[in-house]
Structures are given as structure tokens and as C-alpha cells.
């Protein structure tokens, strides 16, 4: 079965500076998807970014990219000139393209950001 | 505007009265399942749906029931309801392109179970 890790439980980043939150996944499949989750304190469940795990180039959307090493099996979000809007817990989630069953999402537990002022 | 609804975001109740929390969405997706996430825990799926009238377990289906008699409503009903149970619940759906791909999802609902 699939599982996603983040090691982080929380972090915190300057206001203006950047950050790197980390993610590792395991799994025998070599066709899925990757995506970043933000949840701020409204709850929601924002999507940030997505990787398409046959695409070698890494994702990007405005300050927030992602480093994808499908060999190591590893997922990261950086997030550049960090604002006080950033802050929130950020979820990085696994989705096999299989469908059905396998389609399904599974969630790493979440990494708590700070932005401080 | 695209989006996922779910009702009511707001909820207590007492343990044994059945409730159902409704979930529409308008993007005429196939796809639609429920999560809970409880602290500590991440999201965990309860169920899932692949289409009108295909329903299956997730990875904590116990104490829910779900249907799917039309594509864009995917209600959560628990029959009865019990303490455990008082979580955040998210109804999510996507669409069958390449793969299942991207889920959006509703705002959530917070239920407490007294």
C-alpha cells in the first residue's frame, strides 16, 4: 500500500525568506500524481500545486514550486518570499492514475507552517 | 462558478440521532468521496464514488452510509451517530480525464457528537 510522509510537524519561516517543506511517499507504481495541499484557519482545503509523476520537469505556480525526484521518492514545496498568507497547515498527498480503488488520495499528516512578521 | 457544496458546515447533535450531510457538486464530475480528519490523523477516507450507483469503502467506513443516486449529490449519512465520531468531514470530487487527477473540494463540515 501506498503511504506519504512528512517529517515535519511544523516550521516556521521569516516573512520574505523561503522555505522547503518535505515529503516522501512510497510506492511500486510508476504512473501517479503528487499534489500540495494548503489548509488555512478558515479549514479549507486549497490546492497549491500538482506533479504529474511522468513529467521530469518540476511543477511551479507563481512562488510556489516543488523538487520531485521520482527515484528517491521525494516530493518538496518551496515557497518563495514567504507571506504572512502562507501561513497554514499544508498537506502533501499521493494519487495513483489506476483509478478506481487506487485512485484514491492518501494524505501524509500535515506540516504546520508559521510565517513570522 | 465550479465548486464543491457541502451542508450544513455546522452541526451538533446527540449521539444516536441520524443526520446526513449533503454534498453537490457542479463540474459534472464522476468521481466523489468523503474524508474526515481528525487531529494528528491527517484526512482518512470514509467512502468514495466512481459514478452513479457505484459506491465503495474507504479506509474508515464504519458507522457511515453513502449514495449515489444522481452525479452531482453525494450524501453522508450516519445513522447513528456517536461520539467518535465528531471530526471535520470534507466531500471532494474530480473528474475522469487521465486517471482520476486533481480533487477539488467543499468547504467541510464540523460535526461534535454529544
Known amino acids: 500500500a501506498q503511504t506519504v510522509t512528512q517529517s515535519q510537524p511544523e516550521m516556521s519561516v521569516q516573512e520574505a525568506e523561503t522555505v522547503t517543506l518535505s515529503c516522501t511517499y512510497d510506492t511500486s507504481e510508476s504512473d501517479y500524481y503528487l499534489f500540495w495541499y494548503k489548509q488555512p484557519p478558515s479549514r479549507q482545503m486549497i490546492l497549491v500545486i500538482r506533479?504529474?509523476?511522468?513529467?521530469?520537469q518540476n511543477a511551479t505556480e507563481n512562488r510556489f514550486s516543488v523538487n520531485f525526484q521520482k527515484a528517491a521518492k521525494s516530493f518538496s514545496l518551496k515557497i518563495s518570499d514567504s507571506q504572512l498568507g502562507d501561513a497554514a497547515m499544508y498537506f502533501c498527498?499521493?494519487?495513483?492514475?489506476?483509478?478506481?480503488?487506487?485512485?484514491?488520495?492518501?494524505f501524509g499528516k500535515g506540516t504546520k507552517l508559521s510565517v513570522k512578521p | 462558478e465550479a465548486q464543491v457544496t457541502q451542508n450544513p458546515r455546522y452541526l451538533i447533535t446527540v449521539t444516536g440521532k441520524k443526520l446526513t450531510v449533503t454534498c453537490s457538486q457542479n463540474m459534472n464530475h464522476e468521481y466523489m468521496s468523503w474524508y474526515r480528519q481528525d487531529p494528528g490523523l491527517g484526512l482518512r477516507q470514509i467512502y468514495y464514488s466512481m459514478n452513479v450507483e457505484v459506491t465503495d469503502k474507504g479506509d474508515v467506513p464504519e458507522g457511515y452510509k453513502v449514495s449515489r443516486k444522481e452525479k452531482r449529490n453525494f450524501p453522508l449519512i450516519l445513522e447513528s451517530p456517536s461520539p467518535n465520531q465528531t471530526s471535520l468531514y470534507f466531500c471532494?470530487?474530480?473528474?475522469?480525464?487521465?486517471?482520476?487527477?486533481?480533487?477539488?473540494f467543499g468547504p467541510g463540515t464540523r460535526l461534535l457528537v454529544l
Open positions: 498527498a499521493y494519487r495513483s492514475a489506476r483509478g478506481g480503488s487506487q485512485g484514491n488520495l492518501i
Open positions: 471532494a470530487s474530480s473528474p475522469k480525464t487521465r486517471g482520476w487527477e486533481t480533487q477539488y
Open positions: 506533479q504529474e509523476a511522468y513529467k521530469q
